[in-house]
């Protein structure tokens, strides 16, 4: 009976992350944290909220396979969302001290174009309640977490663009005039 709980309840946890759903605890808005980009430049977390762009953020790893094809779809919309709603993505990778130095070579083998910061410490990780990546956050341009996304599945990215619609109000002009 013990291992029937424990199998249980491995289950629905199991089945809760690889379905997205979202365990992370509210952020209201971007912390103060000094993270280092892959060119080792101080970067503090909170300005990608006061530069008056919608920001997604993603947290991410290199042995992360869910997180790899989440980032690479929203690479091949990345330019479009920049041109239609004024969007930038950071990429925050949770790979330890140890790994961190792949991280650069990495990207740069996947052709992403948008910033990646290095978090080998966790400190953002803690100050916005990550625990497992991916996790993506959706920050409007006073820099409010107005969105959060646990876990990944194929099309999630397209999810993430109908909020972005809602926070430019951008979402019905999607629609197109019927013809009669």
């Known amino acids: 009976m013990k291992y029937l709980v424990i199998l249980a309840f491995l289950s629905v946890s199991t089945l809760s992350f690889a379905t997205g759903s979202d365990s992370?605890?509210?952020v209201a808005s971007l912390p103060s944290v000094s993270l280092?980009?892959?060119?080792?430049?101080?970067?503090?977390?909170?300005?990608?909220?006061?530069?008056?762009?919608?920001?997604?953020?993603s947290?991410?790893?290199t042995w992360c396979k869910p997180c790899i094809k989440e980032l690479r779809n929203m690479q091949d919309l990345m330019d479009d969302w920049a041109e239609e709603y004024n969007a930038e993505?950071?990429?925050?990778?949770?790979?330890d001290s140890r790994n961190?130095?792949?991280?650069?070579?990495?990207?740069?083998?996947?052709?992403?174009?948008?910033?990646i910061l290095?978090?080998?410490?966790g400190e953002a990780q803690?100050?916005?309640?990550?625990?497992?990546?991916?996790?993506?956050?959706?920050?409007?341009?006073?820099?409010?977490?107005v969105y959060?996304?646990?876990?990944?599945?194929?099309?999630?990215?397209?999810?993430?663009?109908?909020?972005i619609k809602k926070l430019t109000g951008t979402a019905d002009s999607s629609k197109k005039d019927k013809k009669k």
Not at 131 to 145: E, F, H, R, S
């Open 24 to 26: 992370t605890k509210a």
């Open 36 to 57: 280092k980009n892959t060119d080792g430049q101080s970067i503090d977390l909170k300005s990608y909220g006061t530069n008056g762009k919608i920001t997604i953020i």
């Open 59 to 61: 947290f991410w790893a």
């Open 89 to 95: 993505l950071v990429a925050i990778s949770v790979d």
């Open 100 to 115: 961190s130095s792949k991280v650069k070579p990495f990207a740069a083998g996947q052709g992403w174009t948008f910033d």
């Open 118 to 121: 290095l978090d080998p410490n």
């Open 126 to 145: 803690r100050a916005m309640n990550v625990t497992n990546p991916p996790v993506t956050y959706l920050i409007d341009t006073a820099g409010n977490v």
């Open 148 to 163: 959060t996304h646990t876990g990944y599945l194929e099309g999630d990215e397209y999810d993430l663009e109908e909020e």
